[in-house]
């Protein structure tokens, strides 16, 4: 995973958080049934879904509330595991290359 810090998130399954979209209410297990991964943007971050948009081939971007934010994004692999994620409030000069680089080791050139 990107950066030297990781996150305690980082390497675990993704919870299945209760999250609220503007057209429904789902949780992290039901968006995973496309047996794609996703981004989760959790703290509606323009700057990380626009670092995503290159691979929207590959990687579906969803921006929900969830109760206890534990992070402003996850990135979740098919199988349910986190494989990036930026802690609350992580400053976009640091978050966007992180989100780039752990994109492109997963899931390859754009």
Do not use: Y
């Amino acid at each position: 995973m990107p950066g030297t810090n990781p996150h305690p998130l980082a390497w675990t399954f993704a919870p299945d958080l209760t999250l609220h979209t503007d057209q429904t209410i789902t949780g992290v297990a039901e968006l995973l049934h496309s047996a794609r991964p996703i981004l989760l943007d959790l703290a509606d971050r323009p700057d990380l879904r626009e670092a995503a948009r290159d691979w929207g081939q590959r990687v579906d971007v969803h921006t929900a509330k969830a109760g206890r934010r534990p992070a402003d994004a996850l990135l979740v692999r098919p199988d349910g595991h986190i494989s990036w994620v930026t802690p609350i409030d992580e400053p976009a000069d640091t978050a966007v290359p992180a989100l780039r680089e752990a994109l492109f080791i997963w899931f390859g050139t754009p």
